[in-house]
């Protein structure tokens, strides 16, 4: 109960979006998409992209939150082949996380009271 009560006073905090273990591999994963070349496959709405890289190509489509490599629909957090394609539509990634990995989730996860149990 102790570590519960840690957290939600820990939380109340916070004014970011994500909380720091994942805005922190964000970082990383942003750092390791410079390394990628986004192509736009030609449709209106910028939401499709081919994602040209080294050994492979995968395909980002935005709108779906979905990447071939399927790390982003694995995690929340998006890859560096969906990081490429934000930087190319000006887009922040902290926007495409899954909203459990936000701070807000986390508020309510430890919003709750427990009552203690004598004994």
Not at 6 to 11: A, I, P, R, S, Y
Not at 48 to 76: A, S, Y
Not at 88 to 100: A, M, S, T
């Amino acid at each position: 109960m102790r570590t519960i009560a840690k957290n939600k006073v820990k939380l109340q905090n916070h004014t970011r979006k994500l909380i720091h273990v994942i805005k922190s591999k964000l970082e990383k994963v942003r750092k390791e998409s410079k390394h990628w070349k986004p192509i736009l496959t030609g449709d209106n709405v910028y939401e499709k992209f081919e994602v040209h890289g080294h050994p492979t190509n995968h395909v980002v489509d935005i709108g779906k939150r979905l990447c071939t490599c399927q790390i982003w629909m694995l995690t929340g957090i998006p890859c560096v082949h969906a990081c490429a394609t934000f930087s190319r539509v000006n887009k922040q990634p902290e926007d495409f996380c899954h909203r459990w990995l936000t701070i807000e989730s986390y508020r309510k996860t430890y919003n709750h009271h427990i009552n203690p149990i004598p004994g």
